[in-house]
């Protein structure tokens, strides 16, 4: 069993960047692929971005590419979500989640774990 928990959630003004960080517990990071998603009231949860497991490979979102990097360090359990130039519409609670078998990265049934979320707001 996994347990995710997020945290650098925040209040912010447009154009901010925040970095959000997830620290899975259990021994075996680095067998996980992980990803950020998003959900913001009345909208589905929605693919951020996502990095394989040995952090060469990421994937994003065509609405955060070039603004979002998704990074980790296996050496201390973490994945990272930096967020720059940050606009109201991407105020959403964000989770993470670690997959450890196979399929696309923007799929959420690929991931086995997910998180509580944590809560980014943007100001305009």
């Known amino acids: 069993q996994v347990q995710l928990v997020e945290s650098g959630g925040g209040l912010v003004p447009t154009g901010a960047s925040l970095r959000l960080s997830c620290a899975p517990s259990?021994?075996?990071?680095?067998?996980?692929?992980m990803g950020w998603f998003r959900q913001a009231p009345g909208k589905e949860r929605e693919f951020v971005g996502a990095?394989?497991?040995?952090?060469?490979?990421?994937y994003y979102a065509d609405s955060v590419k070039g603004r979002f990097a998704i990074s980790r360090d296996n050496a201390k359990n973490t994945v990272y979500l930096q967020m720059n130039s940050l606009k109201p519409e991407d105020t959403a609670v964000y989770y993470c989640?670690?997959?450890?078998?196979?399929?696309?990265?923007?799929?959420?049934?690929?991931?086995?774990?997910w998180g509580l979320g944590t809560q980014v707001t943007v100001s305009s």
């Open positions: 989640a670690a997959g450890s078998g196979g399929g696309y990265a923007y799929d959420r049934n690929r991931y086995d774990y």
């Open positions: 990095i394989s497991r040995n952090g060469l490979s990421t």
């Open positions: 259990g021994r075996t990071f680095s067998t996980y692929a």
